[in-house]
């Protein structure tokens, strides 16, 4: 099976930055979904196009472990790993690191359940899922 993982660069910016000049804690959460959304960009499997299959993927579960805080204008670099299931959801590890320092930033990890368009909860994978799975990992 392939590792399907992706890098992504970012720059904090001054609005991102508390009264101390550290990152608010609450924006790795979106940077976390910047390094998801280059992912999905980079392995042909975006927010839209599980809409366009008529699907949803609402995360359930967010896991933060803060290490080292980022600062004004401190670059990150943000890896983003698929964990391959079998159960119907999508499950990333994240790793937010310093450009400059090399210290690493965070570690998260967020898991999404599958819905189709009227919220109703999948109980196996939808059938683009697993063609998806078959194109990309084995």
């Known amino acids: 099976m392939k590792k399907l993982i992706n890098e992504t660069k970012i720059r904090v910016r001054f609005s991102e930055v508390d009264s101390v000049g550290f990152v608010w804690h ?8 910047d390094g998801r959304e ?24 967010v ?13 990150a670099i943000i890896t983003t790993e698929y964990i391959y299931t079998k ?9 937010i690191t310093n450009a400059r320092t090399g210290k690493i930033v965070i570690k998260a ?22 063609k998806w799975q078959q194109k990309y990992l084995f």
Do not use: C, R
């Open 87 to 95: 159960a119907a959801k999508l499950t990333f590890n994240f790793t």
């Open 26 to 33: 609450g924006h790795y959460v979106k940077y976390i979904e």
């Open 38 to 61: 280059a992912w999905g960009k980079q392995f042909g499997f975006s927010y839209m196009d599980m809409y366009h299959n008529k699907f949803i993927a609402p995360i359930v579960k």
């Open 109 to 130: 990890k967020t898991i999404q359940i599958f819905m189709d368009l009227k919220e109703n909860l999948m109980l196996s994978n939808p059938e683009f899922i697993d």
């Open 63 to 75: 896991d933060i472990d803060y290490k080292s805080p980022l600062k004004t204008e401190d670059e």
